[in-house]
């Protein structure tokens, strides 16, 4: 099943290749009658130039995918470009024996280094045989973007982390940190801060004893608190009250659950436990990264609904 990012891609490659296909279409036509002559072809793409919305480039490589035409860009030439071998380029790889007409996947550009994409439409004689081809470079900044931001979905995601930690896994064993030894007031300060303070998204880094915090007023900006600062109730004085946000989607009643069940899967085995773990309560998300370094991304409702079981392979 496809991701939702990924269906977003697709519409706006369909939106692409809409826009593209009967203009290159037209235009192959006219270049098959003067293939073999490089400055007729050049003014044919100089005129094409402003029907290709957001074009970066253009050009005409022959049938081996070598380049007999100068790059036409909007106001100028590139002549660096002329003879270069394009034939093994990523947006060269598709099966031109059966489509005429490729867009390619984007790709990273071989000498600019950015995110693009190419349309390639063969260029065939009146014998319908195979002369060369037209390349429409995109630069994707510069292509335009869909009406809205696509939205995460948020079902369960497991990534596996480090093979080297994963194969030592056996040979540690968990240290008892300063926030182990403090875990419950370290909940307790957390639980203010989200409540009353206006903190949306904490991490706690269990085996390094330290937290990060983003708040709803400044969210493009994270703090780091330490075992000094999460020992002092103080610290909440240095965060203004702010009322639990009607963002919110994680109940305020739910999260002295869910950090329940962090320190559970703290201290419930020595050799596989959770090393850091996060609550963001706006989109409801919860993150868990292990000893193993296998990291787990999951929907608050979903993680309190699953035992020790699932995380441990025993039997409750």
């Known amino acids: 099943m496809r991701t939702i990012l990924q269906k977003t891609i697709s519409t706006q490659r369909h939106i692409l290749i809409k826009m593209l296909k009967k203009t290159i279409s037209q235009l192959v036509l006219v270049l098959a009658k003067d293939i073999s002559n490089p400055e007729k072809l050049e003014e044919h793409l100089k005129r094409a130039f402003p029907v290709f919305q957001y074009c970066k480039y253009l050009y005409i490589m022959n049938k081996q995918g070598v380049q007999i035409t100068r790059t036409i860009l909007r106001n100028t030439t590139d002549a660096k470009s002329l003879g270069r071998d394009r034939s093994e380029r990523p947006y060269m790889q598709?099966?031109?024996?059966?489509?005429?007409?490729?867009?390619?996947?984007?790709?990273?550009?071989?000498?600019?280094?950015?995110?693009?994409?190419?349309?390639i439409?063969?260029?065939?004689?009146?014998?319908?045989?195979?002369?060369?081809?037209?390349?429409?470079?995109?630069?994707?900044?510069?292509?335009?973007?869909t009406n809205h931001l696509y939205k995460e979905n948020y079902k369960w995601q497991q990534i596996k982390?480090?093979?080297a930690i994963r194969s030592a896994l056996f040979a540690q064993q968990r240290l008892q940190s300063d926030m182990d030894v403090h875990i419950d007031n370290v909940f307790a300060l957390m639980r203010e801060l989200i409540c009353e303070h206006g903190?949306?998204?904490?991490?706690?880094?269990?085996?390094?004893?330290?937290?990060?915090?983003w708040l709803l007023d400044d969210p493009y900006n994270?703090?780091?608190?330490?075992?000094?600062?999460?020992?002092?109730?103080?610290?909440c004085l240095a965060y203004p009250r702010h009322n639990y946000s009607d963002l919110a989607t994680v109940p305020k009643a739910e999260i002295p659950k869910i950090f329940a069940y962090f320190k559970e899967l703290r201290?419930?085995?020595?050799?596989?436990y959770l090393r850091a773990g996060s609550i963001n309560v706006v989109n409801g998300m919860i993150s868990l990264n292990f000893s193993c370094d296998g990291s787990h991304y999951l929907h608050y409702k979903e993680f309190l609904k699953k035992g020790m079981s699932f995380w441990f392979g025993t039997d409750d």
């Open 267 to 272: 201290f419930a085995d020595e050799i596989i």
């Open 199 to 213: 903190v949306f998204h904490g991490k706690f880094h269990f085996s390094s004893s330290r937290t990060t915090i």
């Open 161 to 163: 982390g480090d093979p």
């Open 121 to 145: 439409h063969v260029i065939k004689n009146s014998q319908d045989e195979l002369i060369g081809y037209l390349g429409v470079d995109y630069d994707l900044r510069e292509l335009p973007g």
């Open 94 to 119: 598709g099966d031109f024996d059966e489509r005429d007409f490729i867009l390619s996947e984007a790709y990273i550009s071989k000498h600019n280094k950015r995110p693009s994409v190419t349309a």
């Open 222 to 235: 994270y703090r780091l608190l330490s075992m000094n600062e999460l020992n002092d109730p103080d610290i």
